[in-house]
């Protein structure tokens, strides 16, 4: 599979909010992170980035990933320019724009940086979701500030 197929594979999995699956596309050594909130905030291996995600969007009512503007990909380096639409059970909702870049070697996903604002985020979501993910397992935090 090239890279930018294996990208949106994986994409594919985490819109269907596939958790068993998703490791998959990571290796021990890999690495994602939101950019606006820093490489201190990140997930390193398989479980730790899933870990990462579910807590984000596991408690979801729906999650829409759209594919969106523009998909690029050469010598390993997959960028992305696409949105997605978070709803919470509560009724919020946004949607929110984002620039990808993802670095893919051997069909593995080792670097996933996501570009967002963070006020769009923020803005829309409940204050039961902030808390939850600032108070919930944090257990997979890694600093990979050194790591990049």
Do not use: C
């Not at 909702?93 to 006020?119: E, F, K, M, N």
């Amino acid at each position: 599979m090239d890279d930018v197929k294996t990208v949106g594979a994986m994409w594919d999995t985490l819109n269907d909010r596939d958790w068993d699956k998703l490791g998959a596309f990571f290796g021990p050594d890999s690495i994602y992170y939101d950019v606006p909130l820093g490489p201190s905030a990140a997930g390193v291996g398989p479980e730790s980035i899933v870990a990462r995600l579910r807590l984000g969007l596991e408690p979801l009512a729906a999650y829409a990933h759209h594919h969106g503007l523009a998909t690029t990909g050469e010598g390993g380096l997959v960028m992305l320019e696409h949105s997605e639409t978070w709803t919470w059970g509560t009724g919020e909702s946004v949607t929110l724009p984002i620039a990808t870049v993802h670095r893919v070697v051997d069909g593995t996903i080792t670097l996933w940086r996501d570009y967002w604002d963070y006020q769009t985020l923020m803005g829309a979501a409940p204050a039961w979701w902030v808390e939850q993910t600032t108070t919930g397992d944090l257990s997979w935090l890694v600093d990979a500030t050194d790591l990049l």
